[in-house]
Nanobody, 115 residues
């Protein structure tokens, strides 16, 4: 069974930074990609960023230039460095893993951007 454990969310002022981490554990092999999605109240879930096992990245337009996704393949861990945060970035951020046997999700971590 695959487990994804996220950390790093919290409350930050506009313009501030946070770093999210997601560690995958369990009998995992042949990971295709890991990524982050977010969902704000009353809105649909949306992709924030993803990274393949080879290091190719994909970003939503609304975070380009502000967020950076990275991963440590030796630890099956993905990171999301979030800079220049805006109030509209407030959401629950969930880690996603796609691998040969399917897809797994983390429980989510709350990010609140407010003064």
């Amino acid at each position: 069974q695959v487990q994804l454990v996220e950390s790093g969310g919290g409350l930050v002022q506009p313009g501030g930074s946070l770093r999210l981490s997601c560690a995958a554990s369990g009998s995992i092999f042949s990971i295709y990609a890991m990524g982050w999605y977010r969902q704000a109240p009353g809105k649909q879930r949306e992709l924030v960023a993803s990274i393949t096992s080879g290091g190719s990245t994909n970003y939503a337009d609304f975070v380009k230039g502000r967020f950076t996704i990275s991963r440590d393949n030796t630890k099956n861990t993905v990171y999301l460095q979030m800079n220049s945060l805006k109030p509209e970035d407030t959401a629950v951020y969930r880690c996603n893993l796609k691998w040969v046997l399917g897809e797994s999700w983390g429980q989510g971590t709350q990010v609140t951007v407010s003064s």
